[in-house]
């Protein structure tokens, strides 16, 4: 056993986030884990021992009844990784709708937790508050402008919540691009995807990982985006 404060990620139970839960395991860091639904991963992370809470953060009532649930099961965090992430289409006459949930999920769901758990990383120790964000809020996207919209609000709350808990809670973002294809993917698409980036290549979620392991371990980095994405701008 550990004596070592859980990490919180968000949005824990499928890609990503679960590879991240599951190599933070790998290094005996304990973690809580939060999931919308009970995908195949949320099994992996109970047998490892996680501890898994369910949230449902498109509404203010859930992300507040989550906040209760994690404050109930801990009392330090080491660190909070927003993971959660949303992602719909802008159909005709839905565009209200969709603009919503993105905004709770990406940005109200990562505020009030932030506002309302800060005390549980202040414990004397190193703590940390990671945003995902995402490489489209560099350009933004004609096609995609909620969503953009919402992640370049994330990205905006790393900056004022690095300058309002610093010096004892460190928070920077990770902005990927392309790191791993859906199964549902043709190879039309891949190939396209691909080529978007300088380095054209599915990187899988290590990288992921690597970058947050560098966030959380590095004492002398607040306010920073980490950009992940194969050298997009360079194209």
């Not at 021992?49 to 009844?65: H, K, P, R």
Request: proline letters at 6%; charged letters at 15%.
């Amino acid at each position: 056993m550990t004596d070592q404060p859980p990490i919180l990620i968000t949005g824990a139970a499928r890609r990503i986030g679960l590879h991240c839960a599951l190599r933070l395991l790998d290094s005996g860091q304990p973690v809580i884990a939060s999931y919308r639904q009970p995908h195949e991963g949320l099994q992996q992370l109970q047998q490892r021992g996680a501890i898994t809470l369910q949230a449902d953060f498109s509404d203010e009532a859930g992300i507040l009844a989550f906040i209760q649930q994690l404050r109930a099961r801990t009392c330090q965090l080491r660190a909070i990784v927003h993971n959660a992430s949303c992602w719909l289409p802008e159909q005709p006459g839905e565009e209200t709708g969709a603009f919503q949930q993105m905004f709770q999920v990406h940005m109200l769901a990562p505020y009030l937790i932030n506002l309302h758990c800060a005390d549980l990383l202040r414990h004397g120790g190193p703590a940390d508050i990671v945003h995902i964000t995402d490489d489209v809020v560099r350009r933004g996207s004609a096609r995609h402008i909620a969503y953009a919209a919402s992640k370049a609000g994330l990205e905006n709350l790393t900056l004022s919540f690095a300058s309002a808990l610093a010096p004892e809670i460190k928070v920077n973002s990770l902005a990927p691009a392309l790191i791993l294809f859906n199964p549902e993917d043709d190879a039309t698409y891949r190939r396209q995807a691909l080529a978007k980036s300088a380095l054209g290549m599915e990187p899988g979620p290590e990288v992921v990982y690597q970058g947050l392991r560098y966030l959380l371990d590095n004492p002398y980095v607040t306010g920073t985006s980490l950009t992940l994405n194969g050298g997009r701008h360079l194209r």
